[in-house]
């Protein structure tokens, strides 16, 4: 057995907190922090801990076990996210996403919150300085993904910001709720540009291909399904899901894999295990956690340690380097049209914002002429002062209605649109000079000693619900659109 300096137990959940929104929020919470009281984390991470008391309540029931915490605070709403440790936090600091959410679109919350990646350095006694990131990823909602432009910026940041991490020499570890699916742009990027290993992958790729053969066979299904796949949200097992009870056991409809424990793999840090937690119902009671399951995953921890095997990070140095990157050119040239079709349908909406702007101004003057102009050319009739009062009460509701509109149009479609604008158009010239720059993969494939699409990368599933692959790279390459 291995002392506890020499193995990392690490623990990530979405709490879903949101006050006056999450159901039975308080009580949930609570069983979280109770819960996770009585393991033996090292590392806990959480995200959507929108109120500071479930916060502080947490804080005080792990206290023995996870002395040091740090709360990161963003936005008009805070950010949601918290990370307890076990081991001493030397610093923190929380890295607000350039693009998260629209200000009109009130009930997705996004862009109140001030959705970004909060870090802590902490301070191991094994392997050094390890820093913890835990981030939660803008939502898609609905069935069109209109955010999937806000979704790859952020993992682009992010995916530098471990980058900028792992050249300083820390051991690494990125956390939380990607709200992404294994075949996204984002996986992608934090795989194959941040060199991370996604830890529950690594732990069950020999395990897949069978369990998916015994999926089609029907021979796995309901609560198995949950861990031969590592599904964490929209689980029919799950009693806050949509799904809950409302489809057969094997239905294909399992659920998505959306939140992850990704490291980079060091001769130091190397993870043993990985399950997908907190699946069992609140004792006493019908209900999960949270919508989400928990992950969980536990590390091997060794000081001066030899390289070992082919799937090693990068070294530090080799990171100074931007284009230093596994990632596959036609996958950068796919975000690129994918941030420029964003860009256009941004500006169409800035645009028809200013429209309205235009015209509120326009019907404030037209109105405003008509409430002088009416009572004048009326000054014999009998019926003056019934027109009067009847311009005065509608004119005038009509009026405060476009003075209030007019400045939102302004501030949203102005402001807000060209800001957006601006900063996908940013996006696109930083990809666009990283692709430049862009070597052959073939040469750092080589540096690991396997293929740059092997199946380590592209597990090959027929049922599309899975969405356990990478991205294909090998379908015919787009046209790359100018911005």
């Known amino acids: 057995m291995q002392s506890d300096a020499q193995q990392l137990s690490v623990l990530s959940l979405n709490c879903w907190g949101l006050k006056f929104v999450s159901k039975q929020r308080q009580f949930r919470l609570r069983a979280i922090g109770d819960a996770v009281s009585q393991q033996e984390y090292d590392i806990v991470t959480l995200q959507e801990l ?3 008391q479930d916060y502080e309540y947490i804080k005080s029931r792990v206290a023995d076990n996870l002395p040091y915490s740090k709360y990161f605070y963003s936005g008009a709403l805070g950010s949601g996210l918290a990370i307890f440790s076990r081991y001493p936090i030397i610093s923190s600091s929380y890295l607000r996403y350039s693009l998260a959410g629209r200000p009109l679109k009130i009930f997705h919350g996004d862009f109140y919150v001030g959705k970004g990646c909060g870090s802590a350095c902490i301070e191991h006694p094994t392997i050094g300085i390890l820093e913890v990131f835990t981030t939660h990823l803008h939502a898609g909602y609905g069935k069109i993904d209109e955010y999937e432009g806000h979704r790859v910026s952020e993992s682009w940041e992010l995916a530098n910001l471990l980058r900028t991490s792992a050249a300083q020499g820390r051991q690494v570890i990125a956390t939380g709720d990607f709200n992404s699916i294994p075949t996204s742009y984002n996986y992608a990027l934090l795989k194959d540009h941040a060199f991370m290993t996604d830890s529950w992958l690594e732990t069950h790729e020999s395990s897949l291909e069978e369990s998916m053969r015994q999926f089609q066979q029907n021979q796995i299904h309901g609560r198995d399904c949950i861990h031969h796949f590592g599904i964490t949200c929209d689980s029919p097992e799950n009693s806050w899901s949509k799904h809950f009870l409302k489809q057969q056991a094997r239905d294909k409809n399992i659920g998505d894999r959306l939140d992850y424990i990704f490291y980079r793999r060091t001769p130091e840090l190397s993870c043993i295990s990985s399950n997908v937690a907190f699946t069992d119902f609140i004792a006493n009671t019908h209900m999960c956690y949270s919508d989400h399951f ?4 536990i590390f091997s921890c060794q000081s001066n340690a030899s390289a070992m095997g082919n799937n090693i990070a990068p070294q530090c140095s080799q990171l100074t380097r931007p284009t230093f990157s596994r990632i596959s050119p036609i996958i950068v040239r796919d975000i690129i049209n994918l941030l420029h079709r964003d860009h256009v349908a941004t500006r169409r909406k800035a645009n028809i914002l200013l429209g309205w702007l235009v ?21 014999s009739d009998d019926r003056r002062e019934m027109i009067a009062t009847i311009l005065a009460v509608f004119g005038g509701f009509l009026m405060i209605l476009c003075a209030a509109a007019a400045p939102i149009c302004l501030i949203v479609g102005f402001v807000c649109g060209h800001t957006e604008q601006r900063a996908l158009q940013q996006f696109v010239v930083e990809l666009r000079t990283f692709l430049s720059g862009l070597p052959n993969n073939d040469g750092l494939a080589a540096q690991r000693n396997v293929n740059p699409h092997s199946s380590r990368d592209l597990i090959t599933v027929d049922s599309p619900q899975f969405n356990l692959r990478h991205p294909s790279t090998e379908e015919s390459e787009p046209l790359l659109m100018n911005v």
């Open 50 to 52: 929108w109120v500071s």
């Open 359 to 379: 015209t509120c101004v326009f019907l404030i003057l037209a109105l405003y002429a008509v409430m002088i102009v009416v009572p004048i050319y009326y000054a």
């Open 294 to 297: 928990a992950v969980h995953s």
